[in-house]
């Protein structure tokens, strides 16, 4: 096992184009990092980098005690697991495990006791005379992380290894895979573009956008205090929802937006050093789907907002309430880039320059469509961001 140490490294290709852009990241021996953000953001050029399969323009990175800029990928000690599993076609199960070992000349007996233990923990025993064709996709992807293993290195890289898998076998492979970790203790860097997974296997996630580093910290610390607009829309499903809104002061701090008043707790007020010196000014407030609630099952003390639902998307644990506010959606660079995280477009506008929004309520909830609704907000989450820096207002650099 090893630290891994990225100092100031840039990766530029011909043309200029910079995917990385002066990255410091320290990873910990033994821990799960996941590096995560939109497509091409440079978390897969992060990643070769560090397994030397991408030469970097400046910088230094260290796996160990050893500074790695200028070794060939087979002297880094580190194991890669790619998105397309790349196991070789003509060989059965178990000569796929052993290639690695063989190449590098380790002894029949010990090859054969790696791949017995590797096989037995990955489930794979009964499949080890068969070729991948004859294998489904979870299982090639098991052979794929136990080639890895077997190798026993310094540090697991895996390129989004799960992309390929249908959504119900993503879920159970997370599970795996971080039984793994836990069992096996090898340093892990993760690199996806589904936050879900992000945020299920990572002990620390780190969020890039355009090749910078944007925030590193435990998944519920991103969810809670994002340090900027681009962080809190990028994490969270759906979207955190945003909104212009003019804080006063009335008996207490106010959140003033689109015909709503939402108090600001004085626990939060407190606890954002330099939200006072935005009385009186403009913020952009941003509000979680699931800090929403039905009223009428909602804490008593709760601020309530009176809307009408559009929409309603009954997914059997909670219902998902959209609903439009009469305030057009925030422009920021930030906002946009998270919602176009997969290259998408974002959802089409409603009619009249109003801003959909999202809220999470319970199941049992009597909302439907095309009514009135109250709901009600747990206020001491609201997040405050600086309109012209993005910047979460009183947010501690990490």
């Known amino acids: 096992m090893a630290q891994i140490a990225l100092d100031h490294v840039d990766k530029v290709y011909p043309g200029g184009v910079k995917r990385v852009d002066d990255l410091s990241l320290s990873i910990a021996d033994g821990e799960f990092m996941v590096l995560v953000g939109p497509s091409g953001c440079g978390k897969s050029t992060a990643l070769r980098s560090i397994a030397g399969l991408e030469d970097i323009s400046a910088g230094t990175i260290t796996i160990g005690d050893r500074i790695v800029n200028d070794l060939p990928p087979k002297d880094r000690d580190i194991a890669m697991v790619f998105q397309n599993y790349a196991l070789y076609p003509h060989m059965t199960v178990e000569q796929n495990l052993a290639f690695g070992l063989q190449q590098r000349k380790t002894p029949r007996d010990e090859i054969r006791r790696r791949v017995t233990h590797v096989a037995k923990m990955l489930g794979l025993e009964e499949y080890l005379t068969r070729k991948p064709a004859a294998l489904s996709g979870g299982q090639r992807q098991r052979v794929a992380m136990g080639r890895a293993i077997v190798r026993e290195p310094q540090a697991f890289l895996m390129d989004e290894p799960l992309s390929n898998l249908d959504a119900k076998l993503r879920v159970s492979m997370r599970a795996s895979l971080s039984q793994l970790h836990e069992r096996l203790g090898v340093t892990t860097v993760y690199v996806t573009h589904d936050q879900a997974e992000a945020m299920t296997l990572g002990q620390r996630v780190c969020v890039l956008r355009e090749g910078r580093l944007q925030q590193v910290d435990a998944p519920q610390a991103l969810y809670n205090r994002p340090l900027n607009l681009f962080v809190a829309g990028f994490i969270g499903s759906p979207a955190m929802n945003f909104a212009v809104a003019e804080l006063i002061r009335d008996g207490g701090p106010v959140a003033v937006f689109a015909g709503h008043r939402l108090a600001?707790?004085?626990p939060l007020f407190a606890a954002r050093p330099g939200l006072d010196g935005y009385l009186g000014r403009s913020v952009i407030l941003g509000v979680r789907p699931s800090d929403f609630e039905d009223a009428e099952l909602a804490e008593p003390d709760w601020p309530r907002m009176a809307v009408r639902s559009s929409v309603t998307e009954e997914l059997g644990s909670e219902?998902?309430?959209?609903?439009?506010?009469?305030?057009?959606?925030?422009?920021?660079?930030?906002i946009?880039?998270?919602?176009?995280?997969?290259?998408?477009?974002?959802?089409?506008?409603?009619?009249g320059n109003k801003t959909l929004w999202t809220a999470h309520v319970a199941a049992r909830s009597a909302i439907r469509p095309g009514l009135p609704v109250s709901l009600a907000v747990n206020t001491a989450s609201l997040q405050f961001f600086d309109p012209a820096s993005g910047l979460a207002i009183g947010a501690a650099a990490n």
């Open 264 to 266: 600001v707790p004085d």
């Open 336 to 351: 946009s880039d998270a919602r176009a995280s997969d290259g998408d477009d974002e959802a089409i506008p409603p009619a």
């Open 319 to 334: 219902i998902h309430v959209i609903f439009t506010i009469d305030a057009p959606p925030v422009q920021h660079a930030s």
